[in-house]
């Protein structure tokens, strides 16, 4: 049980962190390095890297989804609330026209949307969220 011991406040530690992970700054950190990887990719003319850059899009956009989650039913619910519509737009356009247009080297096409209505959308979620 002595040697456990250990194990199991290690565990509940590392739990804990979880937990309070999801915060505000947490979102728009996450936010951030979904945007980051995305401008990468629109960037990018090199077929075999944008696959790379859209799953790190996908995986800052899941970390992203997992703080919403857990933030829904706390003191920053209403964050979340005003939040979450327009990053579900967000992420809608993203998938449907900017990586589509992408993978189909329109890449001037897929800055033209990034530039355009996901730049406001993010200016939205940033107020939304209160990130810097």
């Not at 933030?71 to 920053?76: Q, S």
């Not at 998938?95 to 096409?109: F, L, M, Q, S």
Request: charged content about 25%; proline content about 4%.
């Amino acid at each position: 049980m002595k040697r456990s011991l250990p194990l199991i406040l290690a565990a509940l530690l590392s739990s804990a962190s979880l937990v309070n992970a999801a915060t505000p700054e947490s979102a728009c950190a996450n936010l951030a390095e979904a945007r980051t990887q995305l401008v990468g990719m629109i960037a990018e003319t090199d077929a075999d890297k944008l696959e790379d850059f859209k799953a790190k899009v996908h995986a800052a956009s899941d970390k992203l989804d997992a703080d919403l989650s857990a933030m829904a039913a706390g003191p920053d619910a209403d964050k979340v609330a005003a939040f979450q519509p327009v990053w579900e737009a967000f992420k809608n356009t993203r998938e449907t026209e900017i990586i589509p247009a992408v993978y189909a080297g329109k890449n001037a096409d897929a800055k033209a949307i990034a530039t355009g209505i996901q730049a406001e959308r993010m200016k939205e979620m940033k107020a939304a969220m209160g990130c810097q």
